[in-house]
């Protein structure tokens, strides 16, 4: 079993859609967790932090399940320029971070 | 805002040839870390580094090697390139603490003949 799993997508979506991603990590024992964005040929970058008790910001939510161990990412009301794809990323022990393989999401008109 | 800089945006070399991939970054970070990433296996540790002179191999240093010898340089060596390290190499920085995310520079893509 991965340490992170995603599903690939992609997610393809009209704008104004909400959509949500789920990945799943195998170590319980992961102590932070983040969600990246990467356009094509760029690098990532880092969209939000996600804590224990769940976070906004703006259109984005972040929540963590402990118990069932994932993570998930909504985005609100889509514009054509969330199309890209999101990275989740969980440290797993010291400075150890593990990402994910991406979901790729395509946000149509 | 955090930046980290690499040297080369496209990098063209021959099969043997000695390679170099400069990184920088100018916020003070302790760590810095050196990924490849190719399509369908994600972003792969190549090498870290917590520290001036201090490095930790990580899931595939094969065929590589680091350098660290200023906080904010952090340099990754190919002895001898070979044409399965043709990639998207990216370095990242980011604070000594158990919760800081990565910043990434806007990597090298290296192809080797």
């Known amino acids: 079993r991965k340490e992170v799993e995603q599903d690939p997508g992609p997610f393809n979506v009209p704008e104004g859609a909400t959509v949500a991603f789920n990945c799943t990590y195998s170590n319980s024992a992961s102590q932070s967790f983040f969600w990246y964005r990467q356009d094509c040929r760029k690098e990532p970058k880092l969209l939000m932090s996600?804590?224990?008790s769940g976070n906004e910001d703006g259109r984005f939510t972040a929540q963590l399940n402990r118990a069932s161990q994932y993570i998930s990412l909504l985005i609100r009301d889509s514009k054509l320029s969330d199309s890209a794809t999101y990275l989740c990323v969980v440290n797993t022990g010291f400075q150890k971070l593990v990402f994910g393989t991406g979901t790729r999401l395509l946000v149509s008109p | 805002d955090v930046k980290v800089t690499q040297s080369s945006r496209y990098l063209v070399k021959r099969t043997g040839e000695k390679v170099f991939l400069e990184c920088v970054q100018d916020m003070d970070h302790e760590n810095m870390f050196w990924y490849r990433q190719d399509p369908g296996l994600g972003l792969r540790l190549i090498y870290f580094s917590y520290d001036v002179k201090m490095k930790e191999k990580g899931d595939i240093p094969e065929g590589y090697s680091v350098s660290r010898e200023k906080k904010e340089r952090f340099s990754l060596i190919l002895e001898s390139a070979s044409t399965n390290q043709t990639s998207m190499y990216l370095c990242?920085?980011?604070?000594?603490?158990?919760?800081?995310?990565?910043?990434f520079g806007n990597g090298t893509r290296l192809t080797v003949t």
């Open positions: 990242a920085s980011a604070r000594g603490d158990y919760n800081s995310p990565l910043h």
């Open positions: 996600v804590y224990s």
